[in-house]
């Protein structure tokens, strides 16, 4: 493999939330780097097409359908991790529900409360499973977090509560497992030039009856870097959290927004 500096050889990541966007890029670039890859979803079908990918390129992946808001799922993981490699030096908690996108005043509660399950629940449940090992390996936990976190515009007020609580929990691990070994940081991507990004330029490309690349200029135009990250771009973040390089680093946040917000 031609590995970026062979970052995390012999390490491996279990990267939670694989799906075709940002989960898919951690996970391949990790494996680039050198990591054997444990990806786990919901979805079987995301899941054998990425660890296909990884193994076409010379990696080594195993994928295990998971459904992280589930104990008796969750625990199956960390078996899966233990059985097929023997240890495990980094949890990625990628996994993510969308909040509803309204006003506070007019959100269902219930809503909320579902989105708290993925979005922060679910990544102290993989935490606190995958402690143990990642105590043995001295190992680390780089939490998945959003832009959201530093603006307060109108109807994102569920979102920013679900990864504001997220951000909270990573501080606060970072303490209690610091003692431990165990690192446990946060990347905090803004705008992804991924699928769904370019679906939605697109759409308003079209209302408006203009380029989709007239689009794209005008957003990334708001950030100092004059583009917008791709999904390998924010993912080298969580590769170099996940490294040595990284290894007096714990209980940061790292923005991958182009400088479209400074912290």
Known sequence: MNAAGELLADKVVVVSGVGPGLGRSIAV??????????????????????AKEIDELGGQAVAVRTDV???????????????????????????????????LADVDIDAVRAGFETNVLAALRLTRLFTEGLSASSGSVVMINSAVLRHSRRTFGPYKMSKAALLALSQSLATELGPLGVRVNSVAPGYIWAGSLRWYFGYLAEKRGVSRQEVYDEVAATTDLRKLPDPDEIA?????????????????CLDVNSGEYHN
């Not at 990790?30 to 097409?49: H, N, P, Q, W, Y």
């Not at 078996?79 to 509803?100: C, K, M, Q, W, Y």
């Open 236 to 252: 080298d973040a969580v590769v170099f959290l996940a490294s040595p390089l990284a290894r007096a680093i714990t209980g940061h």
């Open 29 to 50: 670039r990790s494996a680039l780097a050198g990591a054997k890859i444990v990806l786990a979803a919901r979805t079987s079908e995301r899941l054998d097409e990425v």
């Open 69 to 103: 808001t589930d104990d008796d799922s969750a625990s199956a993981l960390v078996e899966s991790t233990l059985a097929h490699f023997g240890r495990v030096d980094t949890l990625v908690n990628n996994a993510f529900a969308i909040p509803p996108i309204t006003d």
